[in-house]
């Protein structure tokens, strides 16, 4: 969308031919996306992290043309440009300027929210820090649950051979939260789809009470990924928790794919993890 909007915004036209995707045209692009005033009217441009991902998408797709229509066997190369072989990539933001010292965590835990989107805000960010990162998406999607939270991490689940589940405890500081936003009538796990009548909504105002955080906390950039951010970097640098284990904890590769088809996938390493960064973050 974003692609097309910027062909439109320089072209006149939505209409985009293969051989005018240079260098230049993404950079270009990327420059748009940094500073384009398109969304509500003033200053959004979009974040280093994003612009990488959106310039990202858009490789995937020229790529994926490059092996349909080129024929590299018989020399037949119907696209015979590659704007990205010179071209360099904006840096993603670095996770550690994401992640909250364990003071703000409690501020979080603490806050009194000031109107509702806030306090959806603060629901779900917590929900999501004592669920070991467990994203809006998940929490969307995933089923019905009693005594332990169980998901396949939409993200990641249709491009992966082994489905990324994950099996999370519930800890008693976060049960007032599950138990405020459990779905009663047991089509889901979370009473979200309930409240909302699509997952943008959901997102929205999370997006608001966000604002409405920040402003009222003095918490500048803080944003709903942080909670996922956190947990990993106090888990990793403040409780010495191993990087197989975190993988396991945020439904990443190990890194040890072959030997990973050997081992049945221990659940227990997750609890442990999560009472050892809540420990750490609210224990005396």
Partial sequence: ??????????????????????????????????????????????????????ITAVS???????????????????????????????????????????????????????????????DVFLLSFFLAG???ADMWECAHFTDRIAYIRKKTRSHKHEKPYLSLPIHKLISPIVEKYKDNTKERGFSFHVMYSKIGSLHQCIHYGMLRM????????????????????????????????IALCLTHDSGHSITDTYIKKDYSRVDNVIDKVVEFVFGE
């Fill in 1 to 54: 969308r974003t692609l097309s909007a910027f062909v439109e915004s320089t072209c006149g036209e939505r209409k985009l031919l293969v051989k005018r995707i240079t260098t230049k045209f993404i950079e270009d692009y990327e420059e748009w996306l940094r500073t384009s005033k398109r969304r509500r009217g003033e200053g959004y441009g979009l974040s280093e992290s994003t612009i990488n991902t959106h």
């Fill in 60 to 122: 995937t797709i020229f790529n994926a043309a490059k092996r349909k229509y080129n024929n590299y066997n018989t020399g037949d190369i119907v696209i015979k440009n590659d704007p990205f072989m010179d071209y360099n990539m904006p840096e993603k933001d670095e996770v550690k300027k994401r992640a909250l010292p364990p003071a703000d965590i409690r501020r979080i835990y603490d806050y009194s929210p000031t109107n509702k989107s806030a306090e959806l805000a603060r």
């Fill in 134 to 136: 467990m994203n809006v």
């Fill in 214 to 245: 920040r402003e009222d906390l003095g918490l500048e950039g803080l944003t709903f990924y942080a909670a996922r951010h956190s947990f990993a970097t106090i888990a990793r640098n403040d409780c010495g928790v191993s990087m197989d284990d």
